[in-house]
Each structure stands twice: as C-alpha cells, then as structure tokens.
C-alpha cells in the first residue's frame, strides 16, 4: 500500500512539473544549446546586477548564462527541491524529514526531469549515478549537468526552489593574488595559503606583551579589553567550532599540547567535510592562524594565546583555501554547518572564507544551523581590483543569520584595514593592522612556538568568535540572541550603527561584566 500511495504521489508531482513545463510557451522543445558565453560576459553581467541591486542571484541571469558557467568550470549544479505546496522552508528546515513520503517523491521527481534531458547527451549514465554527493540533511540534490534544456525545464518545475552553477564565482586570477596579499602570501599555492612561518622579528610591547605563565599576548588584544575580560571568563564551558583549512599535525599547542599551563581540561576536536579529503591537516596554513587566535592555549612555550584559551574547540576542515570557488567546497562548508548544528555542544561558528555570489546550498545550511540556535561570525570579505567599490560584504557574511565583521587599523576613527571590506551589512570590527608598520595580529604558525601573524577580515572573524566565547561562557545561561545583545550594546559605537563598520569596536571587558 505504501509503495503504491508513493509512486502516486510521484506520478501526480511530477506530472504538476509537467503542465508547468508545458503551460510556458517560452521554453525550446529543441535539444539545440545556444553558445557557451565567455566568463567575461558573465561577469560583466554579475557586476551589474550588484551595482544596480547590492547583490546577485543566479535566478536573475539566463539559463544560457547559467549552463554556460556550469561549461566553464566544473557542471555540478545544486538543485534546491521542496514538495509542490510546502511554505516557510526558512523556518521549517530543521524539521524536514528527507525520507518522508512526499519530500522522497519530491526529490525523485526532480530527478526524473534531471535524468531524462541529460541521458540524452549521455546515453551511458545511469539514474542512480546522478548525484555526485548524497545528501542526508539538507533538501538539495547535487548534478552535473551537460544540457542548457535541464536548466530550462528545472526553473519550471514547482517542486524547484534553486537551480545554481556550485563552483563558478567571478573572482579572476587577479584578484586571488589580492586576496593573497592580504596575507603577505603573493606566490603561495591558493588563496590566502602560504607557510605561515614564525616571525622572528616580532618586538616586545610594540607587537605583543610577555603574559604569565609564559606566553604571548598579541598587541591588538588592548583595544578590545581581552586582558580585562580574562579575570572574568575564559570560555571554559563552551564549544567553538572553525570552519576552514584544517589545522596543521606539526602546531603542538593545537594538539597534544592543547591544554598546557592556564588552559586545562578542554577538548578538541578534528574533523573533516571536505569530499575526497580523509585528514583534518592543513595543506593551506589559513585554518590553522584561525584556530589558534580562538583557542590556543596560555601556555608556558611563548607561543601567542588565543581570545577564549579555555575553551573545547572543533577545527573542521571544509576547504582547500579561503576563496570557495569549487564544488566539493560549497559541499564541504555545508555539511560542517550541518554537522556544527547537530551538535548540541557547539555554541559558536567562525568561518573566515567566502565568495562573491552567494549560494544556495549553504544559505541552508547556515538557516539549518540557526535554526538550532547556534551563533555565527562570517568574514566580510577582502577588497579587490574587482569588487573594489561595489561590494560591500561577501557571502555568507552578507546574510542576516550570521555576524559580519571585518578589520580596522589601530587609528584614533575607524578606518578599515588595508584590504578590508566595510558596508552595511558589517556588525562588528576588530582592530588587526597596526597603521604605523602594518604588523597584523598575531598567531600559531604552522609548527613550533614562534608566532606568526595573520590579518583581514578573517583573522577579525575568529577574534570576534573567541569574545563571544567568553560572553557565554561568563553567562552560560544566555541564548544566543542574550549574547549578540551584550556584544553590540558593549560595541564602541552604540546605540547607532554605523553604516560600513557596524557597532563598531568589541569590548570584551565590558561584555563579560
């Protein structure tokens, strides 16, 4: 009986994609593909969307435009599929049940329509070899896709909420040699990748402050009244997840020397989400500076101390780099929120990588994972050539589930770093550049116990997820929306928010009295 209630159900969604289909007179009943569009097309055309509407969409550009950016990189696209007559899927999605009759039948369905188009220009494939990755949390179905009518015959169909290309993103070779100025790595393999070595040439009370028992206390830490706060809180109790690069084997104080000194009965943890990756190492660097300006410890070796050095931490491993552009990253960076969300004791997400265009299927995930109550801190981005003057804050940092925050330099008005993205949609800065010798904040190298520095809007990230650490950690009782009230009623700016920095400056101090 429920076998024939589910084929039912199957016949009569999609034969409602159908009709839809059908009732469009603008569709081609051709097989025939219009030409592939150069990138320099596209994104021309995505720069005017985002001068004109402050974002973009992939809804918004044609379905040549979208196949065409599907060609020219790797053509997984991830398909956002709910049932016929499902609403609020925002405030539902923590509840769905994938293997429910009528979300089963409605995934099913879409991939009825995906398979018979693309079968046709591969008559090899097989239905069940369809999705690249599988999908157990989220409603979104991940294809490759090969023809332009696929894409026609999705954005009809009323089971599809998003058809988008996963990989392409606008940002050109130029440009990811900006993103790795940002970090000093021009040359390095990836952005924002590079060696991450011990500075030797750090000074004493300009670049950091000698603390007991024997470590390092980065010069920036003053400006937001960390030292002040850590009489009161030191983010015992609570669980901060990264999600990044990964975490280096060879930086003791982030394994087997994590608790060390004042940072005692802690945990942490290593994992990875990245698809077709196995180890949590870090090949970059990048996750490693991240996880230790959260979470290293103060310790006795002289190496640099993060913000919350008491608290459990998960390092997650979800990207090759800071610049999501390839698929298994969009997949990656999805399944860590979802994975950060079903953990109970992950209170705090920090997740200092980003894109131009946004993404549907992490836009889901972070819905999923705010759903469920976690607080979320997202870099607002690094300015290029490109972008300069048009883009404010980058995905997801742009989306109002999350933190935005970037970097200021140490002058007496704010003024943001050297690479740095202001815009509206910032909630907090962090001060990270020294204005008079450009010295960043400090942190773990990829080995031994001589920090390095790291800098933009992603080392402020994880600053401003170690502060909040220590908020909940001083009132284990607060929810999240307690946290971000004390967080921006303790900002340097408020009760008014600036429009390109937020509230302004984080007062750990304050926050934790």
Known sequence: ??????????????????????DNTIINNTNQQHPLLSAKDINSFIESEMQQKGSFDWKDASPQ??????????????????PANFTDI??????????DLQWKAAKEAVLDIIYKEEVKYNPSLRREDLEVWKENKLPVIDVKIESQRT???????????????????????????????????IGSDGSGCGDYAGDADLVAKRDYTGIAPGTKMSWNFKYHNINKAWTK????????????????PDQDDLGSHFNQGRSTGRTIEKMVTLP???????????GTTMSGAVAAPRGTDSNSVGV????????????????????????????????????????????????????????????????????????????????????????????????????????NTLKACSDCHKGKAIDFVVVMEQNATGIHQLSTALSGSVPTTV???????????????????????????????????????????????GWGKLNADAATN
């Open 1 to 22: 009986m429920k076998k024939v209630a589910a084929s039912l159900l199957l016949l009569l969604l999609f034969s409602a994609c159908n009709k839809s289909i059908q």
């Open 308 to 411: 919350a050095y008491n608290c459990n931490f998960v390092i997650c491993r979800a990207a090759h780099d800071v610049y999501l552009d390839e698929s298994a990253e969009i997949k990656g960076v999805s399944d860590a929120y979802t994975s950060a969300a079903d953990d109970a004791d992950v209170k705090i997400i920090s997740l200092s990588l980003g894109r131009i265009t946004g993404n549907g299927q992490i836009k889901d995930a972070i819905q999923y994972a705010y759903n469920k109550g976690k607080l979320m801190f997202c870099a607002g981005g690094t300015s290029f050539n490109w972008t300069a003057g048009f883009v404010g804050v980058i995905f997801p940092a742009s989306l109002s589930t999350v933190q935005a925050i970037t970097g200021v330099k140490n002058t």
């Open 455 to 501: 800098g933009g809007s992603s080392v402020s990230t994880a600053t401003a997820a170690g502060i909040a650490a220590l908020v909940w950690s001083k009132f284990p009782g607060y929810t999240r929306e307690d946290v971000v009230n004390k967080l921006q009623t303790t900002a340097s700016l408020y009760p008014n928010k600036n429009k390109n920095f």
């Open 276 to 286: 077709g990756e196995t180890s949590p190492d870090d090949l970059c660097g990048h």
């Open 151 to 185: 894409i026609e015959l999705l954005r009809q169909c009323p089971l599809v909420r998003y058809a988008e290309p996963m990989a392409y993103d606008p940002l050109a070779e130029e440009e990811a040699a900006a993103i790795q100025k940002e970090y000093s790595l």
């Open 90 to 99: 925002e405030n539902k999605i923590t509840s769905i049940h994938l293997n």
């Open 65 to 82: 435009m979208v196949w065409s950016a599907l060609q020219l990189k790797d053509k997984i696209m991830c398909v956002g599929y709910k």
């Open 233 to 248: 809180s030191t983010g015992a109790g609570v669980k901060v997840m990264v999600i990044d690069t990964g975490v280096s």
